[in-house]
């Protein structure tokens, strides 16, 4: 159970709201629960010291001071919710970074998998959940407990002369238990919600796999077959949703026995006094039914919001921490490679190395697996086994950045290439060479401001091994970039990529770039041969 509220405190600590925006949020919140108090107690105090003392000049103080804790209320609350939203609005911010920082470091063989569902679509709205972490459940149980200290203070504080401290510490003590009383029935129920459900969700699988079947069943007059079919998912659902039900009910309990016992606690030891003292010490105790009450919405919040926490937490891959620096020998060496891509081997223990600068030739049947293998090559795919380095040191121990910085991938699709000509080339990035002079080498003449809205597919291609080569990587991987060029276009690629003086690899099934290469790899059925 440590690991759920584990989680849940990750992502409250993920969110790293600022610190005054923080301040300013809790003190709203705490504010206008202790304004909500005070405005039902005082009218309470008011009626009694009336009923006692009639006359306004009796009941004049009071009178005011309930009068402005009424006039104050409305724009205390606005406060509180505009506080609230602002600090979840920042933490939902920080959130989405996180996931789309993430998943941009997957491998595609990952991407693969969770492209079956609507996957970006689901994990934003689970973030969006997650907002509730601070508007439902840690804003309004810091305003509680923050109130419930106050209204223990002010009762400790009652006349006569602070006798009444050790009431006050009784029901403080006992507010305390409830609270830890909710918090240890949120661990179970968590664990129930989870089982609930992985519940529903078999239920769900069932009631899909069996509609695909129903009516020809039906027609079958196999309608008792459906229905046992089904009779064992519904039973777990049911007991799933007792026990939910189950759990709930005793969390429900601890608020009013808690209530009473604090109230019991107060009359057993409060001193004999005033009754004006009494009414607002004994209304001051009954708050420990709305403050546990509220805090007993905002575990339960907590919880609905832990399933979203738990499928984020999915997401992360938990990889090795590399923090290797780029080798001075950048002579790519693949050991024995075996890549797979579902039941089908790609490449089953093949071994290759390619000097600095050298240039290589991907071929084979369409369908072979050299667009794998050069992801593979590139880092961005997952190997079965084998090892690929650089140098000495496997591509999995360099840091992340700084393999990006140094190994180029372009894709037999292009993406990004609408917007200016500068943005599209640039990307943010530190430029080492001079993107217009690469531009005109390939055949394309624009301005940094050109604006491209469409382009062709061999405008498309050159573009993009000219933003491959901007920050002067020493190992280029292309996936096909000629494949929409004639002759002489795809002789000015080969020459700016000659003058870049980096590693080439490039799958192709173009005779004129094996010609140019300085070696072949032929992937096919798995095997790889490798020919001058």
Known sequence: MRSDRDRLRRWIQRAQPPRGALIKALVAGTVSSITALGLFVGAIALLVVSSSRPGLRAVAGILIVIELFAFLRSP??????????????????????WLLTTIGRWTVRRWRTYARGELLERALRDTDELQDLWLRFVLPAASTLATFVVGDVVIALLA??????????????????????????????????RSLRRARGEFRAALVALSTVSPELSLLGARTFLDHRLDSPREVLAAAESRAEDRRRRSALVAPVATMVAVAMLRLVAPVTAPVWTVVSLFLAMFTFEGLTAIRAALDTAVAVSAAAERLEDLEANPTLAIARWPIDTTLRAHHLTISEGDRTILDDGSFEVAPGCHVAVTGP???GKSTLLRVLAGLDDLDDGVISIGNTPITEIDEDILRAHVAYVPGETGLLRGYAQDVLVLGRTIARPLDQDLMSVGIDVEPTTKWDEVSRGEGQRIAVVRSLAIGPDIVILDEPTSGLGRDETTAVLTLLTASRATVIIATHDDQIVAWSDFVIDLSDGDLTTSP
């Open 366 to 368: 369409s369908g072979s």
């Open 76 to 97: 205390i609350r606005f406060n509180e919710r505009m506080s609230a939203h602002r600090l979840g609005f920042a933490a939902v911010s920080r959130w989405r970074r």
């Open 160 to 193: 006569p002369r602070g006798r009444w401290i050790v009431a006050a510490a009784l029901v403080a003590i006992v507010q305390l238990f409830g609270v830890i009383a909710l918090a240890a029935t949120a661990d179970a129920i968590i664990a129930v919600d």
